[in-house]
Nanobody, 114 residues
Framework: QVKLVESGGGSVQAGGSLRLSCAAS????????MGWYRQAPGKQRELVAL???????NCADSVKGRFTISRDNAKNAVTLQMNDLIPEDTAVYYC????????WGQGTQVTVSS
């Protein structure tokens, strides 16, 4: 069974940086795409960024220029580097991977204080 294990997250002041990592285990093949969603209290889950196995990326307009997504296909791992964080980035961040069945991580809290 494929599992995603997330690490990183935490609390930071506005303008700070955090790095989220996510690695898949239990799969014999590389995922087609990987990425991150986030969900803030009282809001719907939204796509933050995704990256294909070929390296193509797509980021939400709200994080463009601040967040960078990258992946290591050999390790089936994805990383989200978050810079210039703002309070509006506060949310639970969920890693996902499409194999093509979608697998989700457990979620990690990111809190940005002003």
């Amino acid at each position: 069974q494929v599992k995603l294990v997330e690490s990183g997250g935490g609390s930071v002041q506005a303008g700070g940086s955090l790095r989220l990592s996510c690695a898949a285990s239990g799969s014999r093949s590389s995922s087609r795409s990987m990425g991150w969603y986030r969900q803030a209290p009282g809001k719907q889950r939204e796509l933050v960024a995704l990256i294909s196995s070929g390296g193509s990326t797509n980021c939400a307009d709200s994080v463009k220029g601040r967040f960078t997504i990258s992946r290591d296909n050999a390790k089936n791992a994805v990383t989200l580097q978050m810079n210039d964080l703002i309070p509006e980035d506060t949310a639970v961040y969920y890693c996902f991977a499409n194999f093509p069945l979608t697998v989700w991580g457990q979620g990690t809290q990111v809190t940005v204080s002003s």
